[in-house]
């Protein structure tokens, strides 16, 4: 079965240090990568994609994103992240040609002044 | 440019009961998919509706059942209602390119919580 691991639960950083989350899946076909993003009180927003071409893919608010096929990873990272970074990042996953999003389990990401 | 619009915000029922949630897509999008969001967990999907019928169906019961309308707003509604079912129920909206068989990024509105006691 198809699945997505966010292997990071919870991580605490300080305002500047440097930011990645892994996103791993388990699935041998055609993928479509995402990353969403959920603000305290906010919905989910989508912060970058990743549909073909150059596996390096920038999103909003300084986030990138890697798509490394052997390793089945899409690791988020953000160089020096702020306060206002701190919510509920999603990877998500879907298979080309499909309709439906599978999703981690999320990482919070708490950022201390 | 209204973004993807869900009502209610909060809904409480009890076990047994019936639940109807709706959803209106962003403009220019015509296709609505439906996630279940328990508590701590990520987003499961229910279905998607596109041209008014079911295109995919997730790993949910049939007590699970949605409808889409021309204006392709879509219901999503949850018959015999168990403690199991309480969640935030997600509605996301995508477009779909005539003659392709899946949508488009899709775009999250900001869900109904539902409580059954």
């Known amino acids: 079965a198809q699945s997505v691991s966010q292997h990071n639960h919870h991580v605490i950083l300080s305002e500047a240090a440097s930011l990645e989350l892994g996103c791993n899946y388990s699935?041998?076909?055609?993928?479509?990568l995402f990353w969403y993003v959920q603000y305290p009180g906010q919905h989910l927003q989508l912060l970058l994609k990743?549909?073909?071409?150059?596996?390096l893919v920038k999103g909003i608010k300084g986030f990138e994103a890697e798509f490394i096929k052997s390793k089945f990873s899409f690791n988020l990272r953000k160089p020096s992240v702020q306060w206002s970074d701190t919510a509920e990042y999603f990877c998500?996953?879907?298979?080309?040609?499909?309709?439906?999003?599978?999703f981690g389990t999320g990482t919070r990401l708490t950022v201390i002044p | 440019d209204a973004g993807v619009t869900q009502s209610p915000t909060h809904l409480i029922k009890t076990r047994g009961q019936q639940v109807t949630l709706r959803c209106s897509p962003k403009?220019?999008?015509?296709?609505v998919s439906w996630y279940q969001q328990a508590l701590g967990q990520g987003p499961q999907f229910i279905f998607q509706?596109?041209?008014?019928?079911?295109?995919q169906r997730g790993n949910f019961p049939d007590r699970f059942s949605g409808h889409q309308f021309p204006n392709y707003s879509s219901e999503l509604n949850v018959n015999a209602l168990l403690l199991g079912d309480s969640a935030l129920y997600l509605c996301?909206?995508?477009?779909?390119?005539?003659?392709?068989?899946?949508?488009?990024?899709?775009?999250f509105g900001p869900g109904t919580r539902l409580t059954v006691l």
């Open positions: 509706y596109y041209e008014e019928e079911e295109r």
């Open positions: 990743y549909f073909s071409g150059d596996p």
């Open positions: 996301a909206s995508s477009f779909s390119a005539p003659g392709l068989v899946s949508s488009d990024t899709q775009y």
């Open positions: 699935y041998g076909g055609t993928v479509n």
């Open positions: 403009s220019g999008h015509d296709t």
């Open positions: 998500a996953v879907m298979k080309t040609g499909a309709n439906n999003l599978f």
